[in-house]
């Protein structure tokens, strides 16, 4: 007598655990950070595509003015680590819902795990050590609008 | 008074209108196939007829040997829930006439949880996690008058909506989140939480948030409403399992 392998086995009953509860902050989380990156997201597109000359305003010299102004450095801090998580929060739910090889689980929580860590160091270094005219620099590879040295 | 007197003689019945649908069930038998296959069955159906129906033809007129549940065949016992044309039905409150009958109707048993003939799963991974959320009354205190716990109609409609579950798996076998590795509880088991969980007779209620409030209760659930729509009962489950995660997350209202 053959059976089909039992999906749900082995059964494990509930399990109380102290601590924080990972899965329900995750998803309180989630909706708290949507509603905020609504805001933020519409926010960005609105003052880089719509707002002045639209879309062709956007150069070297645009970025580097609204990296100037400390308003747009919280604003893109906030975007940049609230999107990350947030999206780095649903790819983790989705490989929990999806991979049901325990080595294959662990890798693409890792893979995750590491590229949401490496892009949220490199975003925010450039948001705060970025500098249209770095000093020492040749003339003709800097920007028109530095002041000349 | 005078007598009753026919004035039309007795129609005679028409011919009741007659069609023909095409099954294609998904059949196992454990003690012959390595491998569930499809089979398909050509029955003689009337307007009135249901999948339940059709499926008893099959089994008392062309092959005995096909295994499903059903005892009340209305709709209250909840045996007969299988997977028709792809969601979940009760078999007894679905009519053929209502499905696309241009089209064979495929029917097989209900997903993740183990199969063992036909259309028969194993539902005790199901009835393990309904039994997990103490779906019963616990009240500690003595009743005021010493006899009963009396609860107006408004604390009684509070709850309403869930105390309508059979417990047939349709919702929770249609959960693409207990599909997966079968450690979420499952639509059905959250929905009787709720049940007692909102009733004002009951005082164990924290008890069942904490077990749901585990990490792989409510928190699992995707909202995907596949259970709301699979219900037959027309329970908004989704809607139960969100006012759960309310209720962890501000306490009971």
Known sequence: MSTIEAPRSPLKPARRRRGINVEKWGWIYMRASGVVLVVLIFGHLFVNLVA??????????????????????????????????????????????????????????????????????????????FDPCPAGSPANLLPSFCPVR | ???????????????????????????????????????????????????????????????????????????????????????NRLACKT??????????????????????????????PFLESFKAVNPFLMAGSVPKDGKERKQSPIERARYDD???????????????????????????AIVNAHRFIF????????????ILNDKEGVWRCRTTFNCTDACPRGIEVTKAIAEVKQAILRGKS
Request: glycine share 6%; hydrophobic share 45%; aromatic share 8%.
């Open chain 1, 52 to 129: 002045g000359a639209g879309v062709k305003a956007i150069d070297f010299a645009f970025v580097a003015g609204k990296l100037a102004d400390p308003f747009w450095v919280v604003w893109d801090t906030l975007l940049l680590w609230l999107a990350l998580l947030h999206g780095a929060n649903g790819m983790r739910t989705i490989v929990n819902d999806y991979a049901n090889n325990r080595m294959v689980r662990r890798l693409m929580l890792g893979a995750i795990a590491l590229s949401t860590i490496a892009l949220i160091t490199l975003g925010t270094l450039v948001i705060y050590t």
């Open chain 2, 1 to 87: 008074m005078s007598n009753a007197v026919m004035e039309n003689s007795p129609a005679v019945p028409a011919e009741i209108a007659t069609f023909t649908a095409t099954l294609i069930l998904r059949r196992f038998d454990p003690d012959k196939d390595a491998e569930p296959y499809w089979q398909d069955f050509d029955v003689v159906m009337q307007g009135t007829d249901r999948v339940l129906d059709a499926l008893h033809k099959i089994k008392w007129e062309q092959d005995g040997s096909l295994s499903f549940r059903r005892s009340c065949a209305h709709g209250v016992c909840g045996s007969d829930a299988m997977r028709i044309n792809g969601k």
């Open chain 2, 95 to 124: 009519l053929i006439k209502d499905l696309d009958i241009s089209k064979p109707i495929y029917i097989e048993a209900i997903k993740g949880l183990p199969l063992e003939k036909d259309l028969i799963v194993n539902m005790d």
């Open chain 2, 162 to 188: 869930t105390t309508k579950c059979i417990l047939c798996a349709a919702c929770t076998s249609s959960c693409p989140v207990f599909w997966t590795d079968g450690q979420y509880f499952g639509p059905a």
């Open chain 2, 199 to 210: 009733d004002s007779r009951d005082e164990g209620s924290q008890v069942r948030l904490d």
